[in-house]
T-cell receptor, first 116, second 114 residues
């Protein structure tokens, strides 16, 4: 149990376009979802935390108008990278936690974004 | 701010060798500490955790002890297998209540050869 999926697993887009990444909890209700960004050979960096039905809380330095996060249901959160630029190219990872195990995060496999 | 430092990889070992991956942290409060593992093509999985000083987390033959005096949480395994090849992340929870946001180390890649 506690499986989290992400879609797509990789995406290539052109500068100036927007791309949406989905994060789904497949077998539990995710009351909280987290979005991370991972640079090559670097740590995972928390971008934002979202609770179902409310606005996301962004970490310092993360542009909320550029990285739009929606957590409209207990099984789905989306991250939209708007007006993407090459410097947005990265590995984006989501995680989710639920009522039964509120102190544990279950991670998705990640999405590789390349902006050309 | 809070941070986690872990040894750079890759770590290359022969099967049945002893493994140590060092992890140290800085934190203003009393964090919980975690080791996560990421196998190729998969998401991060919680390997073990410790919530207070002197606690020992263990799972699948891996162990780590929360050492407050040295601010460390080193990962050890007595005899590694090829199937242990993965990237290992040390992490701490930041914020009151024990588990809120996670702060990760850079990850250490382990390669075990037959």
């Amino acid at each position: 149990g506690a499986v989290v999926s992400q879609h797509p697993s990789w995406v290539i887009c052109k500068s100036g376009t927007s791309v949406k990444i989905e994060c789904r909890s497949l077998d539990f209700q995710a009351t909280t979802m987290f979005w991370y960004r991972q640079f090559p050979k670097k740590s995972l960096m928390l971008m934002a935390t979202s609770n179902e039905g409310s606005k996301a809380t962004y970490e310092q330095g993360v542009e909320k108008d550029k990285f739009l996060i929606n957590h409209a249901s207990l099984t789905l959160s989306t991250l939209t990278v708007t007006s993407a630029h090459p410097e947005d190219s990265s590995f984006y990872i989501c995680s989710a936690s639920g009522h039964r195990m509120p102190y544990e995060q279950y991670f998705g496999p990640g999405t590789r974004l390349t902006v050309t | 701010g809070d941070s986690v430092t872990q040894m750079e990889g890759p770590v290359t070992l022969s099967e049945e060798a002893f493994l140590t991956i060092n992890c140290t942290y800085t934190a203003t409060g009393y964090p919980s500490l975690f080791w996560y593992v990421q196998y190729p093509g998969e998401g991060l999985q919680l390997l073990l955790k410790a919530t207070k000083a002197d606690d020992k987390g263990s799972n699948k033959g891996f162990e780590a002890t929360y050492r407050k005096e040295t601010t460390s949480f080193h990962l050890e395994k007595g005899s590694v297998q090829v199937s242990d090849s993965a990237v290992y992340f040390c992490a701490l929870s930041s914020g009151s209540g024990g588990y809120n946001k996670l702060i990760f180390g850079a990850g250490t890649r382990l390669a075990v050869h037959p």
